[in-house]
């Protein structure tokens, strides 16, 4: 039996009264729904009071879920909105990812020589693409910075993406895009890449 059949399971038992295996779900997701929702907001208490939010608002919704989706893109679309008006409430821009570091270079192709050189100067450069990057998801558009987020540092599906963002795949995958571009546009100058190679 996969995830997706156990979470409904999990669900059914708790639209039958079983408050108990709502905590199972709760306990199955609290680590990763974080995970997501500290790339949107940079204190953790702050994500951590968000997250208690965005599980108050899934158990409260509960009832109208029908597995139509996952129940993790599910719970991921409730976290994400909550997390967007949190920082509306706030009057704050949605501040940048943090974190980053020659670990995650692996996303980009220069990435393995980043890993193997820890000489000062490798660390500085590891650094200044991890500011790049960071500045870069800060100023797309909020569509843009989600869309790219959950495919890149979440790892799911365009699919799943689609659901989550409630929008088509084609969307998903214009979205991502644009993103990788936007990113791919500012780092040429610190990789020495050309126009036509993309991280």
């Not at 192709?109 to 790049?132: C, D, N, W, Y």
């Not at 799943?160 to 895009?177: K, L, Y």
Request: hydrophobic content about 35%.
């Amino acid at each position: 039996m996969g995830d997706r059949e156990i979470d409904q399971q999990l669900v059914e038992r708790v639209q039958n009264g079983d408050k108990r295996a709502f905590d199972l779900l709760v306990a199955k997701y609290q680590r990763k729904l974080t995970r997501l929702l500290s790339q949107f907001i940079r204190d953790p208490a702050e994500v951590e009071d968000v997250v208690q939010e965005a599980f108050i608002k899934a158990y409260r919704a509960l009832s109208a879920f029908r597995g139509d989706s996952a129940f993790y893109t599910w719970l991921y679309r409730i976290g994400i909105n909550t997390a967007k008006n949190y920082l509306v409430s706030q009057s704050r821009k949605t501040p940048t990812l943090h974190g980053i570091d020659s670990e995650e270079a692996e996303n980009f192709e220069e990435g393995a020589v980043l890993r193997e050189m820890h000489t000062p100067e490798s660390e500085l450069m590891s650094k200044q693409i991890a500011q790049t990057v960071n500045q870069t998801l800060e100023e797309l558009p909020d569509e843009l910075r989600t869309a790219i987020i959950l495919r890149e540092i979440e790892g799911l599906s365009y699919e799943d993406i689609a659901n989550i963002m409630e929008c088509p795949i084609g969307t998903v995958r214009s979205r991502i895009f644009r993103a990788r571009e936007a990113i791919s546009e500012k780092l040429r100058p610190l990789l020495g890449t050309s126009k036509d190679k993309r991280w």
